[in-house]
C-alpha cells in the first residue's frame, strides 16, 4: 500500500535551498510515497519562539496545526531537523488542554526526512549514486532534540560512489554556531564557533560537506564560499535523489 | 560593559582563547574517560534528579529537618534572605571574635555575595586558599569558571603574577608555583583566626554538610582555626545520608574527570569535647537570595538541582570561545545565562539567556539533566514579555511584520518575490561581514512545485 | 541587627508560597507528607557504624571481615592508579618494619602518631634515628615543622581507593593533612566494596568524617597536575592482614 506523505517543506528550504526540497520529493516517490504538498504553509515560528516572541510563535503554531489537520497523509515530513524539533515542541506554547493535544498529535506525526526513511519505512538504500568524498555535519536539534545519529550515516553509506568521511571526534557534534538570531545578535562570536567547524571539514579532506539543516549548510557554506574553500555544501535530500554519475 | 562587547574583547585575546581551547577540550576528554567507569550513567543522572527534584517539593520541610539535625549535633544555623544578610552575619560572627584574617576555601556562593568586599569593609583580611581563587585574588580579578576559577590565564602569566607579589624568582614551573603558593598560605592558615567554607551537599536526615575538593585547603580551613563559618545555597540540601553516593559518582566525574575527588570533609555539628581536634563553633548560613522564587514553577525550579560541576561550561562552544568575564557573573557559561537573570534579575542581564545557539550540548552534559535549552527559552520570553533590558523597538517590528507576512502565504510568497528582485536579503551587514550569503533561489520550490513537480510521477 | 528568627520564617514562607503557586500552574503536586526525621549524634538511623573501637563491621552488603583477594587487589589497584602507595603486611612486627621502611625512604626524621594503640605502639617500636613528637600540647608550628603523620584508617573503599578517617576514633584530622607524608594503617577486613557500602558503614557519632583518595593534588594552573599543594604528598597505607 503507498505511504502518503505530506511534505513540511520549511520556509528556508523553501526559498532559500528548493533543491533539497526537490530532493526529498524525488527520493519519497522513489521509495513508493506519494507526497503533497499544501502551499499555505510557510514558516513554523521557529525564530520567534527561539528569540522569545510567544505570542508570534503561538499564532503561527496555531496555522500549521490547521493545514496540516486538513490532510488525512500517513505522516508529514520534512527535510529539516530543526523545524521537526520545533513542532515537536508546540505543545508547550499552550495552555488549553485541546490546542496542547492538537499540537502534540502534529508533532508525532511530523518526521525529519532520514529517520523517516530508515526508522519508518526501514529503507537505507534508495538507489542514489554521488561520486564524491563527503563528511557529514550533525545539525545539533536533529542530534539532540531528535536523537538523530546513526540515520542518515546508514543513508549516505548506500550512496554509489560516495565516501563518508567523520570528522575529528572533538568536531563532529560540534555545533556550528547558527543559532538563528545568535548569528546575527553576535555575529564575531558566532563565526568564531563556526571556524573551529569549518577548520575540522577542510582538515577532512572532503569534497561535500553535507547536512540535514537548510540553515546549517547556509552558515558552513557562507564562511567556507567567503574562505575561498572548495568544499561545498549540499544537502543530504540532494545527495540521496542524485544519480549523477560524475563528481559534482 | 555589554555581553556583546565584553564578548568582542575576548575573542581579540588570542591567549586567553588559547588557555580556553586547551582547558575545555582537556576537562571534556577526562569527563568522558570517567564517566565511563561507572556503570550507569544515565541510571545514576535519573537518580540523582529525582532526589533532587524530590527535595525541591519540599524544600521548606528538609531545610528545617536539616537545620534541627544540625543544631542538635551542636552547629548554629544563621538564615540570610539576601546577599546584604549573610554578609552581614559573616562579618559579625567574625568582628565578635576580634578576627583580623579570615581563611576561605572556595565558595561561589561566598563570590555570588562579594563576601571578600564585605569583610574588608570590615577591616578583615579574606584569603583565598585554592590555589585557583589565592592566583585571582592575587591579580584583582572573578573567577571565570565555576570549578578551576583561573583557567583563563597560562603559567606565564601566573609566573608573572607571583614573582610581582609573592618575590618569588621569575618561573613558569607549575610544581614551583604550586609550592610557592603552598609556602605563603602556610603562613595564613597559622595565624588565621576563622575560617569560611562553602558546602557541596547538606544531609537532612543528619544535619551533615559536605565538602568535596583536591587540595587540602578545605580541610585546613575547616579544621585549623576556632570558628568554621559554612555559607550554603538553600537548595543544597539533600534527604538522606546515603544519598550522597549518587551525587559522589556524579560530580567528581563531570567537574574534574576523577572518580573521586581528593577529599571529601563529612561535618556535623562542632566538636563533641575540648579536647577533640577541629573548630569550638561551626556556623552554618542558609542563603535563599533569589532562590526561593525559582521554585514557582517546574521550568525555573530545575535550576536549583545545579550542583556546580561545570560540566555545562566546558561543552558549551559559547564559553570556549569567550571564557568566563564576558559573562559579567560569578556564574558564567550556560548554567550561569540561566542562574544570573534568576539570581540579580532579568534587567541587568537581559542579554545572557541570548548568549547560546541552543545547541543543547549543555543538557547533554548535565549530571542532573537540567534542561537548559528550555531555560535560555523561557528566560528570552520573559525579556520580551516584561520589556526588560534595552528597548529592543526595531526586533519587535520585525517580528510583528514577519508573524503577519508569515501568516499570509500569497503576501509571504510576493515579500519574497520582491526581495529577490530587489536582491535584497536580511540581516545584511551582520551576517556578510564574514560570510557569504546565498542568495535566493531563482525559483521556490513552491513554485517548482506549481508548475513541475506536482504533475511529476516517480522516476 | 539581623533577626534570624524572623529570617527563617520568611524564608520558609517564600519557599511555600512558591511551591504553591507552582502546584497551581499545574506543576507537580506536593503529593504527601514527608515525616521529619531526628537524627542527633548517636542515634541509630540507618546507621550501622559505631563509636565503639571494638564493634566489628556490619554492613547492608554483610560483614567485611575475611577480606576476599579481590577486594584487596581492587582497593591496591585503585591506590596506585590514584598516586597513593600501599605495603600490605601481615601481623604488627611486621607492621613495625615496614613503618620505619617507609618512613626511611621519605627520608621523614619528625614523626608525629594518633592517639590509637596500634599507632603508639608501633611507634615506640621504631628505632632511634627519629624524632617522636607528641601530639598532646604541639603548637601550630610544631605541627607544620613534622615531616610524617601516622594514623589508622577505619575504612577502605576498594572501588575508589579512599580511606575513610572518623574522629570518634582517633585524632586524626591534622595528622593526615598538615605533615607532607601520610602513613595509614588499615585492617584488611574494613575494606568495603563500594562507596555506597562504606557511606552504610560509616560511624555518624563522628562529627568530622574525612575521606581521602590519594595525595593533595590540584589542576589549578594550565590543567597542570600538581601532587601535594596543601596536604600530604605522600600517601601510604600499610594494609594489615589478620596473622593466621
Keep these: ?248 | 560593559m555589554s555581553f556583546e562587547r565584553s564578548a568582542r574583547a575576548a575573542l581579540a585575546d588570542e591567549q586567553l582563547r588559547g588557555a580556553l581551547r586547551h582547558a575545555t577540550t582537556l576537562f571534556g576528554e577526562r569527563r568522558r574517560a570517567a564517566m565511563a567507569t561507572l556503570p550507569d550513567w544515565e541510571g545514576a543522572r535519573d537518580r540523582a534528579r529525582a532526589i533532587k527534584d524530590e527535595t525541591l517539593l519540599h524544600l521548606d520541610r528538609y531545610l528545617e529537618e536539616f537545620t534541627a539535625n544540625a543544631e542538635r549535633a551542636g552547629a548554629r544555623v544563621h538564615w540570610a534572605r539576601d546577599a546584604a544578610t549573610a554578609c552581614e552575619i559573616i562579618g559579625r560572627i567574625a568582628a565578635e571574635r576580634g578576627a583580623r584574617t579570615v581563611v576561605k576555601s572556595k565558595s561561589m556562593a561566598s563570590e555570588e555575595i562579594h563576601l571578600n568586599a564585605a569583610l574588608a569593609a570590615r577591616g578583615i583580611e579574606p584569603v583565598e586558599t585554592d590555589l585557583g581563587e589565592y592566583i585571582i585574588q592575587l591579580a584583582g580579578e572573578a573567577p571565570s569558571h565555576i570549578v578551576a576559577p583561573a583557567i583563563h590565564k597560562t603559567r606565564r602569566q601566573i609566573g608573572a603574577l607571583f614573582a610581582e607579589k609573592l618575590g618569588m624568582e621569575p618561573s613558569d614551573d607549575v610544581a614551583k608555583l604550586a609550592a610557592a603558593a603552598r609556602r605563603a598560605l602556610r603562613r595564613r592558615f597559622a595565624e588565621a583566626d576563622l575560617g569560611v567554607s562553602g558546602v557541596n551537599f547538606a544531609v537532612a536526615e543528619t544535619g551533615t554538610i559536605l565538602i568535596l575538593e583536591n587540595e587540602g585547603n578545605a580541610r585546613l580551613t575547616t579544621s585549623l582555626p576556632r570558628t568554621h563559618i559554612a555559607l550554603m545555597g538553600i537548595e543544597k540540601v539533600i534527604p538522606r545520608f546515603a544519598d550522597l553516593e549518587v551525587f559522589l559518582q556524579l560530580l567528581p566525574r563531570s567537574g574534574t574527570g576523577q572518580v573521586l575527588t581528593a577529599y571529601q570533609s563529612l561535618l556535623t555539628g562542632a566538636k563533641r569535647r575540648p579536647e577533640d581536634e577541629g573548630p569550638a563553633e561551626l556556623h552554618i548560613v542558609l542563603l535563599d537570595n533569589g532562590r526561593s522564587g525559582m521554585l514557582a514553577a517546574p521550568v525555573t525550579r530545575q535550576s536549583l538541582a545545579c550542583i556546580r560541576c561545570g560540566a555545562c561550561l566546558n561543552a558549551c562552544p559559547v564559553y570556549r570561545q569567550i571564557g568566563g568575564h564576558a559573562y559579567g557573573s560569578v556564574y558564567p557559561g550556560p548554567i550561569g545565562a540561566v542562574l544570573t537573570p534568576q539570581l540579580f534579575g532579568l534587567g541587568r542581564s537581559s542579554e545572557l539567556p541570548y548568549a547560546s545557539s541552543l545547541c543543547g550540548a549543555c543538557r547533554d552534559v548535565c549530571p542532573v539533566k537540567i534542561d537548559i535549552p528550555a531555560l535560555l527559552l523561557h528566560l528570552r520570553a520573559e525579556v520580551v514579555a516584561t520589556r526588560a533590558g534595552k528597548p529592543r523597538l526595531l526586533e519587535r517590528l520585525a517580528f510583528s511584520a514577519y508573524a503577519a507576512v508569515m501568516a499570509r502565504p500569497r503576501l509571504f510568497e510576493s515579500v519574497v518575490r520582491l526581495a529577490r528582485m530587489l536582491r535584497v536579503m536580511l540581516p545584511l551587514g551582520a551576517w556578510t561581514k564574514w560570510r557569504d550569503l546565498r542568495p535566493l533561489a531563482p525559483r521556490s520550490f513552491r513554485e517548482e512545485w506549481r508548475t513541475r513537480l506536482r504533475h511529476e510521477v516517480a522516476r | 541587627m539581623i533577626r534570624t528568627a524572623d529570617a527563617r520564617r520568611e524564608i520558609l514562607r517564600a519557599i511555600r508560597e512558591s511551591l504553591a503557586e507552582s502546584a497551581a500552574g499545574g506543576g507537580a503536586a506536593r503529593e504527601g507528607p514527608v515525616e521529619p526525621r531526628a537524627a542527633g549524634p548517636g542515634s541509630a538511623v540507618g546507621s550501622t557504624g559505631s563509636a565503639d573501637p571494638g564493634a566489628k563491621p556490619r554492613g547492608s552488603t554483610g560483614p567485611a571481615a575475611g577480606a576476599s583477594k579481590d577486594v584487596v587487589s581492587s582497593f591496591t589497584e585503585r591506590l596506585a592508579a590514584v598516586g597513593a602507595q600501599c605495603t600490605v603486611v601481615r601481623g604488627e612486627a611486621a607492621a613495625a618494619h615496614a613503618l620505619a621502611d617507609i618512613l626511611t625512604d621519605a627520608a621523614a626524621r619528625r614523626v608525629v602518631g594518633s592517639d590509637a594503640p596500634l599507632v603508639q605502639r608501633l611507634l615506640s617500636a621504631l628505632g632511634d634515628g627519629f624524632v617522636r613528637e607528641r601530639l598532646e600540647g604541639l603548637s601550630r608550628d610544631g605541627l607544620f615543622a613534622c615531616d610524617a603523620g601516622v594514623t589508622t584508617a577505619q575504612w577502605g573503599i576498594a572501588e575508589t581507593g579512599t580511606l575513610v578517617l572518623e574522629s570518634a576514633r582517633e585524632k586524626n584530622r591534622l595528622l593526615s593533612l598538615v605533615p607532607p607524608i601520610h602513613v595509614a594503617l588499615l585492617s584488611s577486613t574494613c575494606l568495603c566494596d563500594s562507596l555506597g557500602d562504606a557511606l552504610a558503614r560509616m560511624s555518624r557519632a563522628s562529627h568530622a568524617i574525612t575521606l581521602i583518595t590519594g595525595p593533595s593534588r590540584t589542576s589549578d594552573i594550565e590543567l597542570t597536575l600538581v601532587v601535594g599543594v596543601h596536604g600530604p604528598q605522600v600517601v601510604h597505607v600499610l594494609l594489615l592482614e589478620e596473622e593466621p
Excluded at chain 1, 526501514?122 to 549514486?129: F, P, Q, T
Excluded at chain 1, 568536531?171 to 548569528?183: I, L, N, R
Excluded at chain 1, 564557533?193 to 572532503?206: F, N, P, S, T, Y
Design chain 1, 1 to 248: 500500500m503507498t505511504m502518503r506523505v505530506s511534505l513540511f517543506v520549511t520556509c528556508l528550504a523553501d526559498q532559500l535551498w528548493p533543491a533539497a526540497a526537490a530532493g526529498a520529493v524525488e527520493v519519497l516517490r522513489r521509495v513508493g510515497c506519494s507526497v503533497e504538498f499544501d502551499e499555505r504553509q510557510t514558516c513554523c515560528g521557529q525564530p520567534a519562539f527561539n528569540t522569545g516572541y510567544r505570542p508570534e510563535a503561538r499564532a503561527l503554531a496555531r496555522r500549521l496545526i490547521e493545514v496540516f489537520e486538513s490532510s488525512d497523509a500517513d505522516a508529514i515530513v520534512s527535510p529539516s531537523g530543526s523545524c521537526t524539533a520545533m513542532l515537536r515542541h508546540y505543545e508547550q506554547l499552550f495552555e488549553d488542554a485541546g490546542w496542547r493535544a492538537r499540537a502534540r498529535r502534529l508533532g508525532e506525526r511530523t518526521h525529519e526526512l532520514s529517520s523517516f526513511l530508515v526508522n519508518r519505512l526501514g529503507v537505507e538504500d534508495v538507489g542514489a549514486s554521488f561520486p564524491a568524498r563527503l563528511t557529514w555535519h550533525d545539525a545539533c536539534h536533529g542530534l539532540r532534540d531528535l536523537g538523530i545519529r546513526d540515520e542518515p550515516r546508514r543513508l549516505l553509506r548506500r550512496v554509489r560512489g560516495a565516501e563518508l568521511v567523520e570528522l575529528s571526534p572533538a568536531s563532529v557534534e560540534a555545533c556550528c554556531g547558527f543559532g538563528g538570531t545568535f548569528s546575527v545578535k553576535y555575529p564575531e562570536l558566532s563565526v568564531a564557533i563556526l571556524d573551529e567547524k569549518v577548520d575540522a571539514i577542510e582538515r577532512a579532506g572532503v569534497d561535500v560537506v553535507v547536512s540535514g539543516d537548510a540553515s546549517c549548510l547556509l552558515q558552513i557554506g557562507g564562511r567556507l564560499s567567503r574562505r575561498g574553500s572548495s568544499v561545498r555544501p549540499v544537502h543530504l535530500a540532494e545527495v540521496l535523489a542524485s544519480r549523477r554519475s560524475s563528481p559534482p
